[in-house]
C-alpha cells in the first residue's frame, strides 16, 4: 500500500487533535493530582457528564448557537457538580493515604454514572458540531475535517490559559507553592482549604471542557468515563504527575503514535498506548518531565 | 460518635439480611416464571431496552387474556453490566433462587456461551436475544439453547449476498477488534469470495472496542482507495463510525457497508447528521415490510413507550411468541416438551411468518438491504431501496453446521 | 499481636465459622453454596493481594492479571491437551508465578503509581494478547464447558474442594506473614529508606512478595475455572483488578480477614441488591462513601477496634499514627 505524504500530514494533524482533547482532560487531573495530591478517578465521569450536558444544551438552544452556548455552560454545570460533591465530600479527606482516596473517587465515579443513567437515561447521544466547523477541508491533497483544525487551535488556547492562571495569577501560584509544600502555605496564614477546593473546581472545569469538545466527534455514552480514565492516568504518569506540560507531552505521545500506528501496522492499534507507556516507563521511572511529587 | 458507628452498622447489616432473607417467602405453583440476565445499564441498553420493552408488551397482552396453560407469565430481570462473571452468577441466581422455567438474554457473545453451557447442565431452556456469535447455535450449539437473533455467519451471507450484485472489486476491511469484528469480517469475506471470485482485498483496519476517535482511520483508509469498505462495527462505534465518516467526507467518497447502518438503533441518535448513501442490513425497520402487521405493531410499541420499536424489539416480540405458543402446543410447563414444540414452530412476526429451525434451534430470519438517505418527514435518516434477503438465503445450511459441530 | 494475646478465643471462632462453612451445602439452598463458593475464589484473590498492598505496600493495581491468567492456563491445559487434570491444576499457579516474576521485576524498579500505572499497562498487554488471539485463547468468547473428573463434576464436591483449598491457602498465608519474611515485608512497607539502610534488599523483597501473591492469585484461578467451568478475557482487564482492590480495601487493608469480609459484602451486595434494582453500583457507591468516611479502616478494621479495644491501644503505643499495621485479627 503506498502511503504519500499527504496522508501522512494528514494523519499527523488528526493525531494532534486528538491530542488536544486528551491534553485538556489530562491536564486538569494532573492539576488536581499535583496541588491535592488525590488521584481522581471520578475524573472521567465529570468529562462524560460535560459532554451529557452538552448535548442537553445545544438541543435545548438549537440552532447555530446551540454548541457554542454549550461549550461555555456544560463545563460550569460540570464545576457546580464537583463543588458539592468537594464541600460535601472530598474537602474531609485530602489528607487520606493514596489508596483510599483511590476507593473514594472510585465510590463517587460510580455514583456519579448512576446519576448519569438516572438523568439521561441509558441512549446513545449525539451532538453535531456547528455549521461552521463541519465537513472537512482540503489540505496538500488530503482532507481534514474541520472541527479537527478547529480542536488543534482550541487546544494551545486551553493550555496557555492554564499557564497563565498558574504563574501569572495569585490563585495560580498559590496553588503550586502548594502543590510542593503544603504545610508551608498553610503557615504563612493562606487558607488552605479555599485554595484546594478552587485547584479542585479548576481541574473539573478543564474536565468539563474536554468533554464538551470530544461530545461532537462521538457517540455520547455511558461508559465513555472508563474509556477516557485509564488513558488519562496513563498519560498523566508518563508525563510526570502534576506537570501541566507532562501532561501534553504524554498526550501527543498517544496522539500521534496512535494515529501512526493506525497508518503503519493497523493490526496492533490496540497495545500502543500501553507499549509507549512500558517503553517511557521502563526508560524513565518518573515520567517525561519532572513530576512536583 | 461510637454510639452512631454502632447504629450505622447494625442498620447496614439489617438490610443486608433482610435483602437475603426476602426472597424465601413461599412461592408454589404459581405463575410461569422467565428469567432474564441482560446489560441494561452502559451502551448496550440501545438494544436491550427495546428486546425487554417489546417482550413485556407481549407477555402483558397474553396475560391479558389470562395467560398460558391457564398460568399468567412473569418474568424477571438481571442486569450483568455486560460482565461475564456477574452474568453467570446472575443466571445461577435465577435458575437456583428463582427457580425460573426459561431464561432469556443476553447481548455479551461470552457470557451467552458461558450461561448457555449452564444452561446445557441444567437442562434449564435458554433463548439468547441479542448475542451474535454464530457459535451459539452452531459449534456449541445444543439442545438447551435457541436463537431468535440473527448471528455472524448468517448476516456474512446476507451482506454477500447484497453486495455480490454491487460493482465493487477492490475491498477494505476495517472494524471492531473483537470476536463479533472478525467474524463478521470473516463471515462477509468468505461468503462474497465464493459468490463473487474477482474480489480483491487491498487492506485491513481493526481498532480496539469502543475507540472514540475513528477519523484516523478513516484517513489511512482513504489513502489506499478501495472500491468499497466493509465495517465490522457494532454498538457504540456504530455511531462513531458513521459520524466520523460523515465529518471526513468518507461516504461521500467511497461506498461503505455496515452491519445495521440502517437500522434505527443506529440512525435515531445521529438524526438529520448521519451521512448519506451508506450500504446496511438489518434484521427489521419499523416503516419496511409496510404491512399492517408491522404496522400495527410499531404503532402499538410507539404508544405503550412513545418511540420507534428497533431491531430489538423484534427479537423481544420474537422471544415472547415463540415462548407462549410453544408452552400452549406442549401442554403443560414441562422442559423437554417445551423444546420438542418449540423445534420447527413457526409463528407470525412483523417481518412474516418465522420458523424456528429445528436442527440447529436457531430463528429463520430474513434480512434487509437498504442504503441510509434523507427523507422528508422524519427527524433522522431511513433505509431506501430495500432489497429483502430472504432467509433461505440467509441461513447456514444444515451440512455446515454439522461440519463445524464436527459430525 | 492480636491471637497471642487470646489465642483460643480466636480460635473458637474460627473453628465454630470452619464447621458451619462444612455444613453449608447439605441443608442450605444450592444457590449459597455457590455463591460461597464464588466469595471463597474472589477472597483469595483479594487475599493474595493483600499480601503486596495491605502488607508489602505495593500499589499492585493489575493482581486480576495472574488471576486470569492462572485460569486461563488451567483451562487450556484442560481443553487443548490431552494430559492429567492435575497437571491443568498444577499448570495455574506456576504460570501465575512466573507472569508475576516477569511483570514484578519490571515493576519493583519503580514506585507507587508508577508502580502500579507500569503493572496495568504490562497487565494489558498481556490481556490485548488473550483478547486477540483467538485460535489459541478463543478471545473475547472465551473458554466454556470446560470438563472437570467426575469426582469434582457436582456443585457441593467441587465447593469442598474449594473450601479445603481456601483454608489451607489461608494458614499458609497466615504463616508467611508470621515468618520473619512476612515482618520485614511490612518493616518495608512503613519505612523502606530504613530497611535499605540496614541491609535489606528492598526490591529482592518486594518481588519474592510479589511472587507470593501471584502464586496465591494463581491458586484462586485455578478455583475460579473449577466453579464456573468458564474463563473469559475479562478476568484479565483492569476493571476487574480494580473490583479486587476495591474488596480489599473495603474489608480492611491492614487485616489479614478483612478483604473476605469486603469480597463478601460487594458480591452478596450485588447478587441480592441486583434483584432489586439496576442501580446497585449506586447503592455500592455510597455504602463505600460511607465506609471511608466512617470506618477508615475498613469493615473489618473497625470490628476489630470494636472488639478488641484494649489491642488498639496498646498498637497505637507501638506504632504511633500509623497503627493499623500487624496482623489483626
Redesign the interface.
Known amino acids: ?4 505524504w ?2 501522512i500530514f ?2 499527523f494533524l ?2 494532534i487533535s ?1 491530542s488536544m482533547i486528551l491534553f485538556i482532560v489530562c491536564a486538569g487531573l494532573s492539576f488536581i493530582l499535583g496541588v491535592l495530591r488525590v488521584p481522581n478517578i471520578a475524573h472521567g465521569s465529570l468529562y462524560m457528564i460535560g459532554a451529557f450536558a452538552t448535548f442537553s444544551i445545544s438541543k435545548m438552544i438549537g440552532g447555530t448557537y446551540g454548541f457554542w452556548v454549550a461549550l461555555a455552560l456544560a463545563p460550569l454545570l460540570v464545576v457546580v457538580v464537583s463543588l458539592i460533591a468537594e464541600r460535601l465530600l472530598f474537602c474531609h479527606l485530602y489528607q487520606r493515604e493514596h489508596l483510599m482516596l483511590i476507593l473514594f473517587t472510585f465510590s463517587v465515579s460510580l455514583i456519579l454514572g ?1 446519576l448519569v ?1 438516572i438523568v439521561w437515561g ?5 451532538v ?2 456547528p455549521e461552521i466547523l ?3 477541508i482540503s489540505l496538500l491533497g ?4 474541520r ?2 483544525l478547529f480542536l488543534i487551535i482550541i487546544g494551545p488556547l486551553v493550555g496557555i490559559a492554564l499557564w497563565l492562571f498558574t504563574t501569572r495569577t495569585k490563585i495560580g501560584k498559590i496553588s503550586r507553592a502548594a502543590a510542593v509544600d503544603r504545610e508551608m502555605v498553610g503557615v504563612l496564614g493562606i487558607n488552605v482549604s479555599w485554595v484546594f477546593s478552587f485547584a479542585f473546581l479548576v481541574g473539573c472545569y478543564l474536565a468539563g471542557i474536554g468533554g464538551a469538545l ?1 461530545a ?4 455520547i ?4 468515563d472508563h ?2 480514565i485509564i488513558e488519562a492516568f496513563l498519560i498523566v504518569i508518563i508525563g510526570g504527575l502534576g506537570n501541566m506540560w507532562g501532561a501534553l507531552v504524554g498526550s501527543l505521545i498517544f496522539g500521534v503514535t ?2 501512526f500506528g ?2 503503519f501496522w ?2 496492533f ?2 497495545v500502543f498506548p500501553y507499549m509507549s507507556v512500558v517503553i517511557v516507563l521502563l526508560l524513565r521511572p518518573r515520567g517525561l518531565l519532572k513530576s512536583v511529587w | 460518635m461510637k454510639r ?3 447504629v ?2 447494625l442498620c ?1 447489616w439489617g438490610v ?1 439480611i433482610t ?2 432473607c426476602l ?1 424465601f417467602g413461599a412461592k408454589a405453583q404459581g405463575p410461569i416464571k422467565i428469567g432474564i440476565v441482560d446489560t ?4 448496550p ?2 438494544y436491550t ?1 427495546d428486546v425487554r420493552d417489546a417482550f413485556k408488551l407481549a407477555i402483558d397482552e397474553v396475560n391479558a387474556k389470562g395467560g398460558v396453560l391457564g398460568r399468567k407469565i412473569e418474568f ?1 430481570t ?2 450483568d ?1 455486560f ?4 452474568c ?3 443466571a ?2 435465577l435458575i ?2 428463582e427457580k425460573v422455567d426459561i431464561l432469556m438474554g443476553t447481548i455479551n ?3 451467552t ?2 450461561v ?3 444452561c ?1 447442565g441444567e437442562k434449564i431452556p435458554f433463548i439468547v436475544t441479542f448475542s451474535k ?1 454464530d ?1 451459539i447455535t452452531g459449534e ?1 450449539g445444543h439442545r438447551y439453547v435457541f436463537s431468535v437473533t440473527e448471528n455472524t455467519a448468517m448476516i456474512g451471507k446476507a451482506a454477500a449476498a447484497g453486495l455480490a450484485k454491487r460493482p465493487y472489486v477492490k475491498y477494505w476491511i476495517a472494524g471492531d ?3 463479533y469484528g ?1 467474524a463478521l469480517a470473516d463471515g462477509v469475506w468468505g461468503n462474497l469470495k465464493r459468490l463473487k471470485p474477482d474480489v480483491q482485498l ?7 472496542v ?1 475507540e ?2 475513528l ?3 478513516l ?2 483508509i ?3 482507495k478501495p472500491d468499497a469498505v466493509i465495517f465490522a462495527t457494532g454498538g ?1 462505534s ?3 463510525a458513521m ?2 465518516a460523515k ?3 468518507f461516504a461521500e467518497r467511497i461506498p461503505m457497508f455496515i452491519h445495521t447502518a440502517t437500522e434505527h ?1 443506529t440512525l ?4 438529520l ?1 448521519a451521512p448519506e448513501k451508506v450500504i446496511g442490513t438489518s434484521n427489521y425497520h419499523f416503516y419496511y415490510p409496510d404491512t399492517p402487521k408491522n404496522k400495527a405493531f410499531a404503532k402499538a410499541f410507539k404508544d405503550a413507550y412513545g418511540r420507534e420499536p428497533k431491531v430489538g424489539a423484534l427479537y423481544g416480540y420474537l422471544a415472547a411468541q415463540f415462548i407462549t405458543r410453544a408452552l400452549t402446543k406442549a401442554g403443560k410447563m414441562d422442559r423437554e416438551r417445551f423444546i420438542d414444540a418449540l423445534e420447527g414452530m413457526k409463528v407470525d412476526s412483523p417481518v412474516g411468518e418465522i420458523e424456528m429451525r429445528a436442527y440447529d434451534h436457531q430463528a429463520m430470519l430474513p434480512m434487509y438491504m437498504g442504503v441510509t438517505k434523507k427523507v422528508a418527514g422524519y427527524p433522522f435518516l431511513i433505509a431506501t431501496d430495500i432489497v429483502t434477503i430472504p432467509a433461505s438465503e440467509v441461513m447456514p445450511s444444515i451440512e455446515e453446521i454439522k461440519k463445524v459441530r464436527g459430525q | 499481636m492480636g491471637d497471642k494475646r487470646k489465642p483460643s478465643n480466636a480460635v473458637w471462632i474460627l473453628g465454630i465459622i470452619f464447621l458451619f462453612l462444612i455444613f453449608i451445602p447439605p441443608f442450605a ?3 449459597f453454596t ?2 460461597l463458593g ?1 466469595i471463597f475464589v474472589t477472597s483469595l484473590v483479594a487475599m493474595s493481594l493483600n499480601l503486596v498492598v495491605g502488607f508489602g505496600g505495593m500499589f499492585q493495581f493489575h493482581h486480576g492479571v495472574f488471576y486470569g491468567v492462572s485460569a486461563y492456563a488451567t483451562a487450556l491445559v484442560l481443553t487443548k491437551t490431552s494430559l492429567a487434570t492435575w497437571i491443568g491444576f498444577m499448570a495455574g499457579p506456576i504460570v501465575a508465578t512466573l507472569t508475576g516474576l516477569i511483570i514484578g521485576w519490571f515493576c519493583v524498579r519503580l514506585t507507587r503509581l508508577y508502580f502500579g500505572m507500569l503493572q496495568i499497562s504490562l497487565g494489558s498487554l498481556l490481556w490485548a494478547i488473550v ?2 488471539w ?1 485460535s489459541f485463547t478463543g ?4 473458554i ?2 470446560i470438563r472437570m473428573p467426575s469426582l469434582l463434576m457436582s456443585l457441593n464436591n467441587s465447593y469442598y474442594f474449594i473450601l479445603a483449598i481456601f483454608i489451607l491457602s489461608l494458614l499458609l498465608m497466615y504463616k508467611i506473614l508470621k515468618s520473619p519474611f512476612g515482618n520485614t515485608l511490612q518493616a518495608i512497607r512503613d519505612n523502606p529508606q530504613r530497611c535499605e539502610a540496614v541491609g535489606i534488599n528492598v526490591r529482592r523483597y518486594q518481588l519474592l512478595g510479589i511472587l507470593i501473591a501471584t502464586f496465591f492469585a494463581g491458586v484462586a484461578g485455578v478455583l475460579f475455572v473449577i466453579l ?3 474463563v ?4 484479565l482487564f483492569w ?2 483488578s480494580l473490583e479486587i482492590l476495591i474488596m480489599c480495601l473495603l474489608g480492611g487493608w491492614f487485616t489479614f480477614f478483612g478483604p473476605i469480609l469486603g469480597t463478601a ?1 460487594i ?10 434494582t ?1 442501580y ?2 449506586l447503592i455500592l457507591g455510597i ?1 463505600l462513601i ?1 465506609v471511608i468516611f ?2 477508615p479502616e475498613g469493615v473489618m478494621g ?1 470490628v476489630q477496634e ?1 472488639l478488641k479495644p484494649k489491642m488498639k491501644e496498646v498498637k497505637q503505643e507501638e506504632k504511633g499514627i500509623d497503627a493499623s499495621s500487624g496482623i489483626g485479627f
Open positions: 500500500m503506498a502511503i504519500g499527504a496522508e494528514c494523519q488528526v493525531g486528538r448512576d443513567k441509558a441512549e446513545y447521544r449525539s453535531s458540531p463541519k465537513g472537512s488530503a482532507s481534514v475535517p472541527y479537527n470530544v461532537p466527534t462521538v457517540s455514552t455511558l461508559g465513555m474509556t477516557l496512535h494515529s493506525v497508518l493497523p493490526q492499534a490496540i | 452512631i458507628l454502632w450505622s452498622s447496614l443486608i435483602l437475603i426472597p441494561y445499564s452502559g451502551p441498553t440501545t431496552y424477571t438481571r442486569d453490566k460482565k461475564v462473571d456477574i453467570l452468577s446472575m445461577k441466581e437456583m433462587m457473545s461470552a457470557a456461551l458461558a448457555s453451557e449452564y446445557k456469535s457459535k456449541k477488534d473483537y470476536e472478525h487491498i487492506g485491513q483496519s481493526w481498532w480496539k469502543g472514540p476517535e477519523t484516523p482511520y484517513t489511512a482513504s489513502a489506499a457504540a456504530m455511531v462513531n459520524k466520523a465529518a471526513t467526507g438503533s435515531a441518535p445521529l438524526g447528521d | 439452598p444450592r444457590f455457590y455463591i464464588l483478547f486477540r483467538y478471545g473475547d468468547d472465551g466454556h464447558g464456573e467451568r468458564s473469559f478475557a475479562d478476568l476493571v476487574l459484602i458480591i452478596s451486595l450485588r447478587t441480592f441488591v441486583g434483584k432489586y439496576e446497585w453500583t455504602i460511607l466512617f470506618l473497625y470494636v
